[in-house]
């Protein structure tokens, strides 16, 4: 019962925090008024009497009360009812374990100086400040503070978390700490990059540190070669950024980080992508040179839209489409990616194929990839044949391919054509010189809910992305089943292909792929006889593709290869 209680009071606060009410229908303190057992078990549960209820001044009394001497957990929404109550708990209390308040602007004003020094038992803070959105840019958020924070170290806080908070929360005293987490920072409360470095330097202890949109002010604009020192954080296990690329990048620079500690960044806008992106793959570069510990050996990339990217019926771009690309890598024994990396711009460009294709060729580049040996490919079908072909000759050792969602033909025609180059009736005699054969050792793919019949995207004539127009009307399965026969003329066999819940796989290339591989594994949705599939219109495309629409162009590419060898 005691166990339940708990609960009933953890699972009260969070709905009172998540949905910002302070005030509530009941309270916890009621089931000690049930009946005499309920009581007896609630009076004599110590730990359930910890939580102030702040939604009356009758129950905040009463949980006082039955806290006794016991450290208190703070957690509620100040509002006008209760502002005074949470003031004088803070500067009364004997001892306060956790804080957690979320406030209005106007609401927090009042307990901010007592949250600048707050009770020495504290181990965690956790301030979440609603500033709307109608203020003016620029403005002052916050006055400063006329009392000064210094004094004896907080042995006790170990966790911070800041959410539209002041910056001066985090005062010199915070020495201790080992999770930093800062989030949405006004711009008029974001300090220097030289205050911000020397506020990090006496944070020993700090494992986690997260910075959402709280980059020290004017980063983008710093010269990070100039910096005369960098902050060393010496017991790092993890960083997590959100912001630009720019100041992403400029803030890695200004770290010394542990080889072990992993990164999790998210790219908000991709603006100047090309003249920045050498920045971060420099850091990333330099950063793995140095880093020991086992080498990477696996790698996720995974793709998500939002909304279509055309409007139907008129092809026009669609204003509300989004896009992103996450890369993660792993080291080999390890659960967490090493590296997390998620190119989500906010702002919808013509050219965010382009975009998104450069920031995964040039990271990858970075990356020390030689002993990959596992590539798994999410929803990504916009990397185009000529990215992959970059991309798989840094992978050597790869062994097994791992595709789920919307298949990438791009991938499946650079393991094609490449096999294509090494076939002995396609080169000279005399010739002693080749491309290099990808993936030599690959031995297994896998297949998760791919549409085997997808088309690929033919690249455009004026960039290297794919065009949305000129389709090319080869069936993923088909260009699949080619490249796994190319390569097993040169010696390569593939050990196994699986096919798990996978969409319109043909009949006939089913029977083809158990002609090439060792062991074939079928869990099919929706096998298509060849009967009923119209030789024309073969390959199917997502987005509600207007087949009769004057402005697309298809190619039968896999056709024309095997009636040309000149392709």
Wanted: proline share 5%; hydrophobic share 40%.
């Amino acid at each position: 019962m005691c166990k339940i209680f708990r609960l009933c009071v953890q699972l009260s606060i969070q709905d009172r925090i998540d949905n910002d009410v302070a005030d509530a229908a009941w309270s916890w303190v009621q089931v000690s008024y049930i009946c005499s057992e309920w009581r007896r078990v609630a009076l004599g549960c110590q730990d359930l009497w910890r939580y102030i209820d702040f939604s009356h001044s009758r129950t905040c009394a009463v949980t006082l009360e039955r806290a006794k001497m016991s450290p208190l957990h703070i957690h509620t929404v100040v509002s006008d009812s209760n502002v005074r109550l949470v003031r004088r708990t803070l500067q009364l209390a004997h001892r306060i374990q956790d804080i957690r308040l979320r406030a209005s602007l106007q609401h927090i004003y009042p307990l901010l100086e007592l949250l600048s020094y707050p009770n020495p038992a504290v181990k965690s803070l956790i301030v979440d400040v609603l500033i709307p959105k109608s203020r003016p840019f620029g403005a002052d958020v916050y006055t400063r503070l006329t009392v000064p924070t210094c004094g004896p170290p907080l042995e006790n806080l170990k966790y911070m978390e800041l959410r539209s908070a002041p910056f001066y929360l985090l005062t010199p005293r915070c020495t201790q700490l080992t999770e930093l987490h800062i989030h949405d920072l006004p711009m008029t409360e974001r300090p220097t990059l030289r205050n911000f470095l020397t506020t990090l330097d006496h944070l020993h202890h700090l494992e986690h540190l997260t910075l959402d949109r709280s980059f020290p002010i004017n980063i983008d604009m710093v010269d990070v070669q100039s910096l005369e020192r960098r902050a060393v954080l010496p017991s790092l296990k993890s960083i997590s950024l959100i912001g630009s690329l720019i100041e992403t990048a400029n803030l890695l620079a200004c770290f010394v980080l542990p080889p072990s500690a992993r990164l999790i960044s998210r790219i908000s806008t991709l603006a100047d992508l090309k003249n920045n992106i050498w920045r971060l793959s420099q850091w990333l570069s330099s950063y793995c040179c140095v880093a020991d510990g086992p080498p990477l050996d696996m790698l996720v990339l995974t793709g998500q839209e939002a909304g279509p990217r055309f409007i139907e019926d008129t092809f026009d771009p669609n204003p509300d489409f989004r896009q992103s690309l996450r890369i993660k890598a792993f080291r080999a024994g390890c659960a967490e990616a090493a590296i997390d990396l998620t190119f989500e711009p906010c702002e919808r460009d013509t050219t965010l194929d382009d975009l998104l294709v450069t920031s995964l060729t040039s990271t990858l580049e970075a990356l020390p990839l030689t002993q990959i040996h596992t590539l798994a490919v999410r929803d990504i079908d916009f990397v185009t044949q000529r990215s992959w072909s970059q991309l798989l000759r840094e992978i050597p050792f790869l062994r097994v391919l791992d595709i789920t969602g919307r298949a990438p033909s791009g991938l499946a025609w650079a393991l094609l054509l490449n096999s294509r180059l090494h076939n002995s009736m396609f080169m000279p005699e005399d010739s002693s010189w080749g491309p290099r054969l990808f993936v030599p050792r690959l031995n297994d793919i896998y297949l998760h809910k791919v549409d085997c019949s997808s088309g690929g995207y033919m690249i455009s004539q004026k960039a290297s992305v794919n065009s949305y127009f000129n389709l090319d009307d080869s069936r993923f399965h088909d260009v699949l089943n080619a490249s796994i026969c190319e390569r097993r003329q040169l010696g390569l066999s593939l050990r196994s292909l699986s096919l798990d819940r996978c969409e319109y796989v043909m009949k006939k290339s089913i029977e083809n792929s158990r002609r090439l591989v060792s062991h074939l594994i079928c869990d099919i949705q929706k096998l298509v006889k060849d009967e009923d599939v119209d030789d024309f219109w073969s390959a199917r495309y997502r987005g509600r593709w207007n087949i009769d629409h004057l402005k697309i162009a298809h190619y039968y590419r896999l056709y024309a290869l095997a009636m040309d060898s000149d392709i």
